[in-house]
């Protein structure tokens, strides 16, 4: 039946009851929320696609670092600090925290790590380069004790776990650290962009676990930037954790891509527009 009512009808906009009115504005706003995130995702998968696309070949992804802790190099040229073994496999996971302050999802991770006790002293050349997406990883995000108990800094731990996912990195040599292992430089895209709740007004921790399960001995680089919290230490991505190693930083970067900003001025207009009708 072609003249059958589709939806609510309403004759008189800013005569209806008071019922009528919430229950309109409610669903207007629940159709825009739905819109704007399912249309963030497919933006989010068509330009990861494009970049992969068009870098296969590049020595880094090249999208916008959303937090960045790098690797330091002391006045010798070696890389400052050392490794910490990281693979689930011989129960030992390593994580770090860092701050969102922006809804733009992460969508790439770059971080530095070696094989311990491979090195120029020990008779192996660096490993070649990779080619993108070949070395297996696993990455987990979790929540923080510190967005709960703001006391617990700088010993906050990780919590629920978020996402898990399992990664193919690139890996390429970049150095010999102080403790005389090689150093190489990891980049991935996750297989789905992972979403975060902080923003400029209410900043949020996240941890982020990367852990290579080959049985190889792989260790995560320290960073000299000591920004936030000391990492934590698992046997599992699921915990328990704990910070008693009181290492400094790990060495990683987060990458994503920016939300449409279009969609940002389309949604904040349209519930103007519901604000000033549900008023009258």
């Known amino acids: 039946d072609q003249n059958k009512p589709v939806g609510p009808v309403v004759s008189h906009p800013y005569g209806q009851d008071n019922e009528t009115a919430d229950s309109t504005l409610t ?3 629940e159709i825009l929320v739905h ?7 497919l933006f989010s998968a068509a330009a990861v696609m494009a970049v992969c696309a068009t870098t296969a070949l590049a020595d880094f992804i090249p ?4 937090w960045s802790q790098p690797i330091g190099i002391d006045a010798s040229g070696k890389i ?5 073994r990281s693979d689930h496999t011989m129960s030992s996971v390593m994580a770090d925290d860092f701050l969102c302050t922006s809804l733009d999802p992460i969508v790439a991770v770059r971080w530095w790590g070696s094989y311990v006790g491979e090195g120029p002293n020990s008779g192996l050349a660096p490993r070649p380069k990779t080619p ?11 929540d923080s004790t510190g967005n709960y108990i703001p006391g617990v800094h700088p010993w906050s731990l990780p919590t629920g776990l978020l996402y898990l996912q399992p990664v193919l990195a690139q890996e390429e040599y970049v150095g010999v650290d102080q403790s005389g292992d090689y150093v190489y430089r990891y980049d991935a895209f996750l297989p789905q962009p992972f979403y975060q709740q902080g923003t400029t007004a209410n900043p949020l921790e996240y941890f982020i676990d990367i852990d290579q399960p080959s049985g190889q001995n792989w260790g995560w680089h320290e960073s000299p ?11 599992a991505h699921n915990g ?11 060495a990683f970067e987060l990458m994503s891509i920016p939300e449409p900003s279009v969609l940002t001025l389309g949604g904040l207009g349209l519930l103007a527009v519901l604000a000033r009708h549900r008023r009258r």
Do not use: E
């Open 27 to 29: 669903r207007k706003i």
């Open 35 to 41: 819109m704007k995130t399912r249309f963030l995702k």
């Open 63 to 66: 999208l916008p670092v959303k």
């Open 80 to 84: 400052i600090g050392m490794d910490w």
């Open 132 to 142: 993108p997406a070949t070395i297996g990883f696993d990455i987990s995000f979790h």
């Open 225 to 235: 930037t000591q920004i936030l919290d000391v990492p934590a230490i698992s046997p």
């Open 240 to 250: 328990p954790w704990n910070n008693s190693l009181g290492v400094h930083d790990l």
